[in-house]
Structure formats: structure tokens, C-alpha cells
């Protein structure tokens, strides 16, 4: 059986993690690791090819709306 990558944020402390959860399915199995800075850095990046916002939406409505801005003023 295959596992499956989950990654969430953790609501106390807002860290991201990614990782396989046990079979009951809410809870983290004991390989999960913080990837905040990647999971950040990669969707700036993402978000950076578009030239505009990125808006995510959930049950077909809007949820979220990411704008990044590059502080150093250099695209890549």
C-alpha cells in the first residue's frame, strides 16, 4: 500500500509539516517533519511565475487571494 504525502499546518503554532499519518487518518505518523520555510519559499515561487495574484478557491467560492513581492526587486 502506498502512502500518501499530507501536508497542514499545525493550528497552535502555525508550523507546516509534511509527512504520512497513521490509518486513522488524523493522526500524524512519527515521520512527519517541518517544511514551513520550503512550503513558503515554493509557493512565493509559485505564485512569482504568474505576475499576479494567485486565488485558491474551496466549494467553487474564493478563499484565498497570495500576492509576493519580491523585496530585492530582481525576477528571475
Same mark, same amino acid.
Given at each position: 500500500?502506498?502512502?500518501?504525502?499530507?501536508?497542514?499546518?499545525?493550528?497552535?503554532?502555525?508550523?507546516?509539516?509534511?509527512?504520512?499519518?497513521?490509518?486513522?487518518?488524523?493522526?500524524?505518523?512519527?515521520?512527519?517533519?517541518?517544511? +514551513? *520555510? %520550503?512550503? @513558503?519559499?515554493?509557493?512565493?515561487?509559485?505564485?512569482?511565475?504568474?505576475?499576479?495574484?494567485?486565488?485558491?478557491?474551496?466549494?467553487?467560492?474564493?478563499?484565498?487571494?497570495? +500576492? *509576493? %513581492?519580491? @523585496?530585492?526587486?530582481?525576477?528571475?
Amino acid at each position: 500500500m502506498k502512502k500518501t504525502l499530507h501536508v497542514a499546518t499545525s493550528p497552535l503554532t502555525g508550523t507546516i509539516y509534511a509527512g504520512t499519518l497513521l490509518k486513522c487518518g488524523n493522526v500524524w505518523s512519527a515521520n512527519k517533519s517541518d517544511v +514551513t *520555510v %520550503e512550503a @513558503l519559499v515554493a509557493v512565493a515561487e509559485h505564485a512569482l511565475q504568474f505576475g499576479k495574484p494567485v486565488v485558491i478557491h474551496a466549494n467553487g467560492k474564493p478563499e484565498y487571494r497570495i +500576492t *509576493v %513581492e519580491r @523585496l530585492n526587486g530582481e525576477d528571475q
